[in-house]
């Protein structure tokens, strides 16, 4: 398990600061929504806890089982989705996978076919992933982050182009593979967060520093 301690992080990009003295604790095994409207910066603060976006000040602590992890190290212990990673769209479903648990420790030992079959995508294994629908690439993105073997996921805008079915797919996701695990998740959306017991609103650590 994996908790993230911010210390005083802030984030600006010219003259505008997105957030600034950003402090607190992300226990490990806990959910966490990270919310705010509309470019606020939600996007901008899970990237830099994955240490995709360098922070203008302060920082980021990351400890698993008692050791310390360094930024350089922690994309090892996370798997992101979002709608700016890219999946490589030449890559069939089957080549991906292969691919992607070739750096990533499957959850359980699952077998690329188990994950096929519960992402509902089984009878696509051969297709290239540019001709997936929307709401498949989705469904990938998910199930590569959950049936991989880390502490930490980050999620932003997890039900984005799922349907309703889709939608109760991730919340089974989050309730049988979620377990023990930190997961912060970026949202607007009550109905993919609701179940987090700790809430980040960006809104807080922005507009009175900008004042
Ligand atoms: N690389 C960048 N260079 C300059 N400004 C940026 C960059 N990336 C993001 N921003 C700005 O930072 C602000 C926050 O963007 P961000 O994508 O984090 O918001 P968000 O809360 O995730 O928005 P949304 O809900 O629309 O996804 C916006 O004003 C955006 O224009």
Redesign the pocket.
């Known amino acids: 398990m994996l908790d993230i301690r911010l210390n005083s992080i802030g984030k600006r990009?010219?003259y505008?600061w997105?957030f600034k003295n950003l402090s607190l604790e992300i226990p490990k095994g806990s959910f966490c929504a990270i919310t705010?409207?509309?470019?606020?910066?939600?996007?901008?603060?899970v990237?830099c806890i994955a240490g995709l976006?360098p922070l203008t000040e302060g920082k980021i602590e990351y400890t698993s089982e008692g050791q310390n992890i360094s930024d350089t190290e922690i994309f090892n212990f996370l798997s992101i989705s979002a709608?700016y990673m890219e999946l490589p769209e030449e890559f069939t479903l089957l080549e991906l996978l292969r691919f992607h648990f070739s750096f990533k420790k499957p959850i359980n030992q699952m077998e690329h076919e188990e994950m096929m079959e519960k992402m509902y995508l089984i009878e696509h294994r051969y297709k290239p992933i540019n001709q997936f629908s929307s709401g498949m690439k989705q469904r990938l993105k998910l199930g590569l982050c959950f049936y991989s073997d880390v502490p930490l996921i980050l999620l932003?805008?997890p039900s984005s182009n799922l349907d309703e079915k889709g939608l109760h797919w991730y919340l089974e996701l989050i309730g049988e593979y979620g377990q023990n695990k930190t997961i912060l998740i970026?949202s607007?959306e009550p109905k993919e967060y609701g179940f987090c017991q700790h809430k980040i609103h960006?809104e807080d650590f922005k507009l009175k520093h900008n004042l």
């Open positions: 990009f010219q505008d997105i705010g409207s509309n470019g606020s910066g939600k996007s901008t603060l990237k976006t709608p932003d805008e970026c607007n960006v």
